[in-house]
């Protein structure tokens, strides 16, 4: 039976650049796929919670968007998410790689850090030689925290290390959420995410950065689930190219979407696509609103 006195709680930012790792150490820790990982940089828009319950702890973990320079209001909305998560954390986890190199936009956000940090060095498992315990130490010389851990996200490797260092820098606190509650985000998000996944894995260049998806429809019964994924697009030119020709390349972004929906929702899905146009909407506060990057 938990001791109610010495249960641990908080509020778990991950932050770093865009592209480091940070999704795939949150999936790790969470033991759940809940951000969406592809090799682009800028893929994470949005502060996702995942929440890792046990009898004496809970942890409320927040995967953020690459810290950059805006360029555009999409970005400014972006960065506010990084900036709410540092307020109200308890602990923050800054991930860096093996080939990133301290630069004034990472000393600006770590200065305004005034709880435990922890700095994770991840992609160890591509590090050459002596390449991985240089570059830690390299760091150690060029910000302060209070633990420097060498991981690979990806593998599994120095994992138990993060946990463990983080479950000892919370405060003494009762649980924030129901202790069988994963994430704050409702299912719509879930779908979106993975179909937006899916785009940035199957095409090139800025198609994927000027594409959002607005799951408009989501009834579930017994036996099945059936949603209208919207895919929006920037510019004509890109709806047809997110079609494809005669269809193809939006049957195949509907094919691994739906096997994907079909693992993370346990049942079956019917999942129907459509492509439309709102021109410019990253720079439009109408469709940052609409899209949850704004209140």
Do not use: C
């Not at 079909?262 to 696509?273: D, S």
């Not at 909407?281 to 990057?293: A, S, T």
């Amino acid at each position: 039976m938990e001791n109610k006195k010495d249960h641990k709680a908080g509020f778990v930012s991950i932050i770093g650049k865009p592209n480091v790792g940070k999704s795939t150490l949150m999936n790790q820790v969470v033991g759940e796929k809940l951000s969406i990982i592809t090799s682009k940089a800028q893929t994470t828009r949005h502060r996702i919670m995942g929440i890792l319950s046990g009898t004496d702890f809970q942890i409320v973990y927040s995967d953020t968007p690459g810290i950059l320079k805006p360029e555009y209001a999409l970005h400014q909305s972006m960065m506010k998410f990084v900036s709410s998560s540092l307020s109200d954390a308890d602990v923050v986890v800054f991930v860096t790689d093996i080939y990133e190199n301290f630069d004034e936009n990472v000393a600006e956000t770590l200065k305004k850090i005034n709880v435990p940090l922890v700095f994770v060095l991840n992609k160890i498992d591509q590090a050459k030689g002596t390449q991985a315990e240089d570059k830690l130490n390299y760091w150690k010389e060029n910000v302060q925290a209070d633990a420097f851990i060498a991981i690979s996200a990806l593998e599994g490797l120095g994992i138990d290390q993060v946990f463990n260092n983080i479950v000892s820098s919370l405060p003494k606190h009762p649980p924030y959420f129901p202790k069988d509650q994963l994430t704050d985000k409702p299912e719509r998000f879930f779908a979106a995410e993975i179909v937006r996944e899916k785009i940035f894995l199957n095409y090139k260049k800025e198609v994927p950065y000027s594409t959002e998806v607005d799951i408009t429809e989501f009834k579930e019964d017994e036996k099945i689930i059936r949603m209208r994924a919207e895919i929006f697009v920037e510019r004509k030119s890109q709806k047809g190219i997110i079609i494809g020709h005669k269809g193809e390349s939006l049957k195949k972004v509907g094919i691994e979407s739906r096997k994907d929906l079909e693992q993370f929702f346990g049942k079956q899905v019917h999942l129907e696509t459509f492509v439309k146009v709102a021109e410019n909407w990253r720079k439009k506060e109408i469709n940052l609103k609409r899209f949850g990057y704004k209140n």
